[in-house]
């Protein structure tokens, strides 16, 4: 088998290219005409050459597929089709739309794919890290169903909300983070230009200093002489932080993490499980299995270790026990949810449930997350005390201590 570039004229007239595998140019010639395109010119190619660069830094500098633009394509994939336009022609003109240069790229091999007459779905699924496989999946179930256009339109909601989910979460930790960052600065300035100043008055004095002051101005001493090691600390723990959640013990251990932090951890389980819900409510509906729509879904929810539960509640509806007992024993769900569960396992409307439960939690996550300042503030206020309080004591007490002993005399 080699590789064929190619040159022709599809049922339109229009002028199409691309690469296809074949054993020789006579095969490709065959494929061609079998998917309505009327080659002009075929020659042997090396589409690795071309098509996978070798230049590192362009790998690393280029600009990566986003939740938007795949947003923005499944609801353009949907309008199109539903308007009768060739998928060809859909694709040629979003290829053309796009200000993403990775993603014309990307639309660009999933055309040449489609010529080479391969379906639409295992086009997609070879394009590592821009489409997930519950995407590809629900792609091709639209294939095999027929439709096509309902299922990009589910996955423009599915993605909708996904990214409704993650603006909120961003939204509520804006604040915070603020202020945390703000209390970083501060600790740096006040230890590298505040205690400093502080010192070379007490040192006139020839007196002993108290404790807390001698510890404010020894760590100012360390900050101000071993930066560079404090700054290269930071950029290996973080690197190595980094490297350890990219492995799969790594990222696990640290997903289970923070579903146990104390005043977020309720919020990203909650955010998990509205995506689950939403997810597994859209592959129902769209004619997947039970069991192969949990295996989809897992990797939507966003954090490994909720993942893994409903991995386990897979392999229990597997095993032909319910979906309620299988969620039941995982752990995870509230009583509410199991009993809108077995409800919708009854009625036969699980899918409508799952809406249903996907509502329920994004509400309660909305709720959280309005009330996460409320929550965070007392916390952020004890902070600032502590600091007010530790800077007051180391900086001022030798002062109070002198101007004692002067009016004691």
Avoid: C
């Amino acid at each position: 088998m080699g590789l064929f570039a190619y040159k022709g004229r599809n049922a339109d007239g229009a002028l199409v290219e691309g690469v296809l595998e074949a054993s020789d140019s006579g095969s490709a010639a065959t494929q061609l005409f079998s998917s309505g395109v009327t080659p002009v010119h075929i020659g042997e190619t090396d589409r690795s050459a071309k098509t996978q660069p070798n230049d590192v830094l362009l790998r690393l500098t280029r600009r990566k597929v986003g939740l938007q633009e795949l947003l923005l394509f499944s609801r353009q994939m949907y309008t199109l089709l539903k308007a009768g336009v060739p998928i060809m022609r859909a694709l040629a003109g979003l290829q053309d739309s796009t200000a993403n240069p990775t993603f014309r790229d990307t639309l660009q091999r999933i055309r040449e794919s489609l010529d080479a007459g391969k379906p639409l779905s295992t086009s997609m699924g070879s394009e590592d890290g821009v489409f997930s496989r519950f995407y590809v999946a629900m792609v091709y179930v639209g294939e095999t169903t027929g439709m096509l256009e309902e299922i990009f339109l589910r996955l423009f909601h599915h993605l909708e909300f996904q990214e409704l989910m993650r603006a909120q979460v961003r939204s509520a930790l804006r604040y915070p983070s603020f202020v945390i960052a703000t209390i970083a600065v501060a600790i740096v300035v006040i230890n590298v230009w505040v205690i400093p100043a502080f010192a070379k008055v007490y040192a006139g004095f020839n007196a002993e200093l108290p404790l807390a002051t001698r510890m404010l101005i020894a760590l100012s001493h360390f900050m101000a002489n071993a930066w560079w090691m404090i700054g290269l600390a930071s950029l290996v723990a973080g690197a190595g932080f980094h490297f350890w959640t990219r492995t799969e013990h790594g990222r696990l251990t640290w997903d289970r993490i923070k579903l146990r932090l104390p005043i977020s951890g309720k919020i990203v389980l909650k955010a998990s499980l509205a995506r689950f819900a939403r997810s597994f409510s859209v592959a129902i509906r769209s004619g997947v299995p039970i069991v192969h729509g949990l295996t989809l879904v897992g990797q939507t929810v966003g954090n490994a270790h909720v993942a893994r539960q409903i991995e386990k509640m897979r392999a229990s509806v597997e095993r032909g026990e319910s979906v309620l007992r299988s969620a039941a024993n995982v752990g995870v769900f509230t009583p509410v949810v199991l009993q809108m569960i077995m409800v919708g396992e009854e009625s036969g409307a699980l899918d409508d449930m799952m809406d249903e439960i996907a509502e329920m939690y994004q509400r309660d996550v909305e709720y959280e997350l309005r009330a996460l300042g409320a929550q965070i503030e007392p916390v952020l206020i004890i902070l600032l005390g502590v600091l007010v309080l530790t800077l007051a004591l180391g900086v001022f007490l030798p002062v109070w201590d002198l101007g004692t002993a002067a009016l004691s005399k």
